[in-house]
């Protein structure tokens, strides 16, 4: 059912690994600023250094983290947990700045709507900030997704 797994093999630890990205343990904050598109809202938001150190929803650092942050809502049904497959987007680009899938969230995302190999779940899906993203949200979602006006 799934194709994901080709993907699986362009993706990159964590940027964390590699001393450069995060500035310590408990830190979600990338070295540097870079931006996450959100399609087909339009929305470029950029994250990084000026963020706060703080934790909102899924992994620190993940998509969803960062969305939430900066008040776009992603539907999250289960709060983060890989519980569910809710939060499914599609990376377009920058996919290979992301840590790996889990097991859990693959077994999650086979249970999403749409699966492409480049689909990955918001929650889970911790970018290096070594490039800019591109995510989609998928046309089975974006009802669900509501942007703040603040
Ligand atoms: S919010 Fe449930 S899996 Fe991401």
Not at 37 to 53: A, N, Q
Not at 59 to 73: C, F, N, Q, T, V
Not at 110 to 131: M, N, W, Y
């Amino acid at each position: 059912m799934t194709e994901n797994n080709t993907s699986a093999s362009t993706r990159q630890a964590p940027g964390g690994e590699s001393g450069e990205a995060t500035s310590g343990a408990a830190s979600a904050v990338p070295a540097k600023t870079f931006k996450i598109t959100f399609l087909p809202l339009g929305k470029t938001i950029e994250v990084g250094v000026s963020d706060p150190d703080d934790h909102h929803e899924g992994e620190p650092g993940s998509i969803l983290d960062w969305a939430d942050k900066h008040d776009i809502e992603l539907e999250h049904a289960c709060g983060g947990f890989a519980a569910c497959s809710t939060c499914h987007v599609i990376v377009r680009e920058g996919l290979e700045s992301c840590n790996e899938t889990s097991e859990d969230e693959d077994d999650m995302l086979d249970e999403a709507p749409g699966l492409t190999l480049h689909s990955r779940l918001a929650c889970q899906c911790v970018p290096d900030g070594s490039q800019h993203l591109v995510v989609e949200i998928p046309a089975w979602n974006r009802n669900l997704v509501k942007e703040s006006k603040h």
